[in-house]
């Protein structure tokens, strides 16, 4: 299975990983061949902008915002679907 990501979810994660690992965290994201601590460090890379870029005063997400919870269902997807019930 492959998890698609748009051309501004991947230039999110290049900013963000920004250390020239961007293009290997983009292929593992898109094979979903991360393991579960890599899916959560990314997770909360990504939790961290949202929460200093990513909400209005009154708490509510921007649109930056809700590209990064797009971003994040996608990134945790595989491993939500691998958790056990």
Known sequence: ????LSDRQKEIIEKLCGDGRAQIVIQKIITEQLSFSEIENIC???NDEFLLRGLLSSYEPNAYG???EALLDEVNR???ARRPD
Not at 1 to 4: H, I, K, N, Q, V
Request: glycine share 0%; hydrophobic share 45%; charged share 25%.
């Open 78 to 80: 595989p491993r939500l």
């Open 44 to 46: 909360n890379i990504i």
């Open 66 to 68: 809700l590209e990064l």
């Open 1 to 4: 299975m492959t998890t698609d």
